[in-house]
């Protein structure tokens, strides 16, 4: 199970930080990814971590804003997200795959969250 959470209003600009809870899975041997969702949009890739943590993919729209992170002491995977634009607006998911390196397919994803909704105000 992932839970997903974090998620909030926020202006242009600022930042939010999403969290990822995992449980019932060994956390460690999964790659953890973030995807969005925007309204009356497919999904799309956004960030990626390797099971160790060591290795990190992004999608261009988010690099040099975004971060990916994860402490695997505490089954948690994070997304710090600063310089926040309108367009970031969406629903987020987390999603657990069960390979070492980061990857950005959702198909090659096991487990998804429920989504945790961020609003960015202009």
């Known amino acids: 199970q992932l839970q997903a959470s974090g998620g909030g209003l926020v202006q242009a600009g600022g930042s939010l930080r999403l969290s990822c809870a995992a449980s019932?899975?060994?956390?460690?041997?999964?790659?953890m990814g973030w995807f969005r969702q925007a309204p009356g949009k497919e999904r799309e890739f956004v960030a990626s971590?390797?099971?160790?943590?060591?290795?990190?993919v992004y999608d261009d729209s988010v690099k040099g804003r975004f971060t990916i992170s994860r402490d695997n002491a505490k089954n948690t995977v994070y997304l710090q997200m600063n310089s926040l634009k309108p367009e970031d607006a969406a629903v987020y998911y987390c999603a657990a795959a069960r390979r070492l390196l980061p990857v950005g397919d959702e198909a090659l994803f096991d487990f998804w969250g429920q989504g945790t909704l961020v609003t960015v105000s202009s």
């Open positions: 019932g899975i060994t956390f460690s041997s999964y790659v």
């Open positions: 971590i390797s099971s160790s943590g060591g290795s990190t």
